[in-house]
Nanobody, 122 residues
Framework: EVQLVESGGGLVQAGGSLNLSCAAS????????IGWFRQAPGKEREVVSC????????YYADSVKGRFTISRNNARNTVFLQMNSLKPEDTAVYYC???????????????WGQGTQVTVSS
């Protein structure tokens, strides 16, 4: 059974940091690109960052560039999203997703986690 389990969310003050984890099981992790997406109340789901499977190349949305860092540990089947200098507008449910190709569109991803809430207070 394919599973993606996010953790590390919580409540933090503006300027603070959180480190999200996405633990994967049930598929060959090394072969999959992993994306982080977020959805705020009343808004569409948007891509935050993604990391490829083959060359480890990464993408960041402009809104998080320079503040967030994505990384993967294939030995642990885990992807991390280090979030620094958090802003109230980063408040959302954060999801990780997996796909053999990946990309910036959520519709491209086959597998999804249940999400973890990130709340940034001003």
């Amino acid at each position: 059974e394919v599973q993606l389990v996010e953790s590390g969310g919580g409540l933090v003050q503006a300027g603070g940091s959180l480190n999200l984890s996405c633990a994967a099981s049930g598929f060959t992790f090394d072969d999959y690109a992993i994306g982080w997406f977020r959805q705020a109340p009343g808004k569409e789901r948007e891509v935050v960052s993604c990391i490829n499977s083959n060359d480890g190349s990464v993408y960041y949305a402009d809104s998080v560039k320079g503040r967030f860092t994505i990384s993967r540990n294939n030995a642990r089947n885990t992807v991390f999203l280090q979030m620094n200098s958090l802003k109230p507008e980063d408040t959302a449910v954060y999801y990780c997703a997996a796909d053999t190709v990946g990309g910036l569109e959520s519709a491209l991803y086959d597998y999804w986690g249940q999400g973890t809430q990130v709340t940034v207070s001003s």
